[in-house]
């Protein structure tokens, strides 16, 4: 099934959604779901096909009427490589300045769709985590990495600006001008021990807990608030732009809209009645 399919303007269940370029695994609930980058031979790399079925995925998520919370994450102790040399970089090299563009705006248009999927996204990184692997993480709303994560956006080590995928607005969000900008002039690896001290990397595990632990916490985003999770998420995005008077009136409004909502009312009678809240997203 073609996420393409799916995208009616009518929410449906992705569960039976069955990617060609990566894996794409659902909880027994549904709630729950693990995309996985799966060419581990080569460490995870990108694709022009990986990136545009990458970008309808998340697109389609918008969607999905059962999907609360996603983990990304890469096979064989990997997260991702970025873009494959020779299926990617050979060829971008031969393309006139309109098809360079376009490539460009399609791979943003990944962070793009990353952002605005209503649902917390939870990257799950070991080993190699470089390029647009790097970017990815970065796009997610958390990030957890085994201390043997090496994350390097190293896009000046073959000639490119730093500026790539939203990078150079991104990263210094997450971890300040300074580190940003060190980072993508110089290409150099981020260990996870400084991207956990930086606040890149939320929490590190060991490398055989990293995925229960991802999923553990993807668990507690689904069985929460959901639909008061997708509303701090979009605040999150819409309030990078916004002054303070701006800023605090959008979070007035939103917080509003959760008020009227069923689960509102639901977390009321539990703690009322001294049990845990059942939320149902309505």
Same mark, same amino acid.
């Given at each position: #099934?073609?996420?393409? !399919?799916? #995208?009616?303007?009518?929410?449906?269940?992705?569960?039976? &959604?069955?990617?060609?370029? =990566?894996? $794409?695994?659902?909880?027994?609930?549904?709630?729950?779901?693990?995309?996985?980058?799966?060419?581990?031979?080569?460490?995870?790399?990108?694709?022009?096909?990986? &990136?545009?079925?990458?970008?309808?995925? $998340?697109?389609?998520?918008? &969607?999905?009427?059962?999907?609360?919370?996603?983990? /990304?994450?890469?096979?064989?102790?990997? @997260?991702?490589?970025?873009?494959?040399?020779?299926?990617?970089? +050979?060829?971008?090299?031969?393309?006139? #300045?309109?098809?360079?563009? %376009?490539?460009?705006?399609?791979?943003?248009?990944?962070?793009?769709?990353?952002?605005?999927?209503?649902?917390?996204?939870?990257?799950?990184?070991?080993?190699?985590?470089?390029?647009?692997?790097?970017? #990815?993480?970065?796009?997610?709303?958390?990030?957890?990495?085994?201390?043997? %994560?090496? !994350?390097?956006? /190293? =896009?000046?080590?073959?000639?490119?600006?730093?500026?790539?995928?939203?990078?150079?607005?991104?990263?210094?969000?997450?971890?300040?001008?300074?580190?940003?900008?060190?980072?993508? =002039?110089?290409?150099?690896?981020?260990?996870?021990?400084?991207?956990?001290?930086?606040? @890149? &990397?939320?929490?590190?595990?060991?490398?055989?807990?990293?995925?229960?632990? %991802?999923?553990? /916490?993807?668990?507690?985003?689904?069985?929460?608030?959901?639909?008061?999770?997708?509303?701090?998420?979009?605040?999150?995005?819409?309030?990078?732009?916004?002054?303070? +008077?701006? /800023?605090?009136?959008?979070?007035?409004?939103?917080?509003?809209?959760?008020?009227?909502?069923?689960?509102?009312?639901?977390? $009321?009678?539990? =703690?009322?009645?001294?049990?845990?809240?059942?939320?149902?997203?309505?």
């Amino acid at each position: #099934m073609e996420p393409s !399919t799916i #995208m009616q303007g009518h929410r449906k269940s992705l569960a039976g &959604y069955t990617p060609q370029h =990566f894996l $794409f695994e659902v909880s027994e609930d549904g709630q729950v779901a693990t995309v996985r980058l799966n060419r581990p031979e080569k460490k995870n790399p990108l694709t022009f096909d990986s &990136y545009a079925e990458l970008r309808d995925l $998340f697109r389609d998520l918008v &969607y999905a009427s059962d999907i609360r919370a996603v983990v /990304l994450t890469g096979a064989g102790g990997n @997260f991702s490589s970025g873009g494959d040399v020779f299926e990617i970089i +050979e060829p971008l090299t031969r393309m006139s #300045m309109p098809d360079l563009l %376009a490539f460009t705006r399609m791979t943003g248009d990944l962070v793009k769709a990353m952002r605005r999927c209503p649902q917390p996204i939870i990257a799950a990184v070991d080993g190699i985590c470089a390029g647009a692997g790097a970017i #990815m993480a970065m796009a997610s709303d958390l990030r957890l990495a085994t201390p043997a %994560a090496k !994350t390097a956006f /190293l =896009f000046t080590r073959v000639g490119l600006a730093g500026a790539d995928m939203g990078a150079c607005g991104i990263l210094p969000r997450i971890i300040g001008q300074g580190r940003a900008a060190e980072l993508l =002039f110089t290409g150099r690896v981020m260990t996870a021990a400084e991207g956990n001290q930086w606040g @890149f &990397y939320n929490a590190l595990h060991e490398g055989e807990a990293l995925e229960a632990e %991802a999923l553990k /916490l993807a668990r507690s985003l689904a069985e929460g608030p959901y639909f008061a999770h997708t509303m701090t998420k979009t605040m999150l995005n819409q309030e990078w732009a916004m002054g303070l +008077e701006e /800023l605090i009136e959008s979070e007035a409004q939103a917080q509003a809209i959760c008020m009227a909502t069923k689960d509102f009312r639901r977390a $009321f009678e539990a =703690f009322a009645e001294k049990r845990r809240p059942e939320f149902k997203g309505d």
